[in-house]
């Protein structure tokens, strides 16, 4: 149980163009959803925590026109990467929690989307 | 406050030996303390956490120890295998998953 996957799992854009990203919890509904950056050889950075039909809560330093999150159900979100540039170009990945679930602090990763902008 | 810090930022360990990886954190706010395992390419994967209020929890090789006073937290590899080559990330949150805080993690090779 507990699964989180992510659509593309790659993506390769040109400069300027728009990539949209989504995060579905397979198995269970998630209230929360959160989209990480991961940068090669770094840890993960939090861009945002994403609330099921409110709006997302963005971290310093994050432009939230540039990188639009929507959460429109308990088993989706999506974020697009707008006017892409090739800076924009990392691993991005999403976790959810499990609202129902014994542990109502564990997070649950997908598989991440690896974003290239030519 | 919100930061994790992790050492070491790499680890060479011998087939059978056992990796220690280490965690200090300041905000005393913090009640979830997890550890992911990252392969390339890959998302991280829950491998065992832990709250303050146990000392240690094991689960098959893997064991945390938790000094809540020292504000630190292990997470020790028992028997470690070329397969458990990976990058190791500490965390930690408060609030039911709130404020979660990587660690820079830590790069374990297992030689065979």
């Known amino acids: 149980g507990a699964v989180v996957s992510q659509h593309p799992s790659w993506v390769i854009c040109k400069s300027g163009t728009s990539v949209k990203i989504e995060c579905r919890s397979l198995d269970f509904q998630a209230t929360t959803m959160f989209w990480y950056r991961q940068f090669p050889k770094q840890s993960l950075m939090l861009m945002a925590t994403s609330n099921e039909g409110s709006k997302a809560t963005y971290e310093q330093g994050v432009e939230k026109d540039k990188f639009l999150i929507n959460h429109a159900s308990l088993t989706l979100s999506t974020l697009t990467v707008t006017s892409a540039h090739p800076e924009d170009s990392s691993f991005y990945i999403c976790s959810a929690r499990d609202r129902a679930g014994t542990s109502r602090d564990e997070q649950f990763f997908g598989p991440g989307t690896r974003l290239t902008v030519l | 406050q919100q930061q994790v810090k992790q050492s070491p930022q790499s680890l060479i360990v011998q087939k059978g030996g056992i990796s220690i990886i280490n965690c200090a954190y300041e905000?005393?706010?913090?009640?979830?303390f997890p550890w992911y395992q990252q392969f390339p390419g890959k998302g991280p994967a829950l491998l065992i956490a832990?709250?303050?209020?146990?000392s240690e929890k094991k689960e098959g090789r893997f064991t945390i120890s938790f000094n809540k006073s020292a504000k630190q937290f292990s997470l020790h590899i028992m028997d470690s295998q070329p397969g458990d080559s990976a990058t190791y990330f500490c965390?930690?949150?408060?609030?039911?998953?709130?404020?979660?805080?990587f660690g820079p993690g830590t790069r374990l090779s297992v030689l065979p």
């Open positions: 965390a930690a949150s408060m609030n039911y998953g709130q404020n979660f805080v």
């Open positions: 905000n005393t706010a913090f009640d979830y």
């Open positions: 832990i709250r303050p209020d146990v």
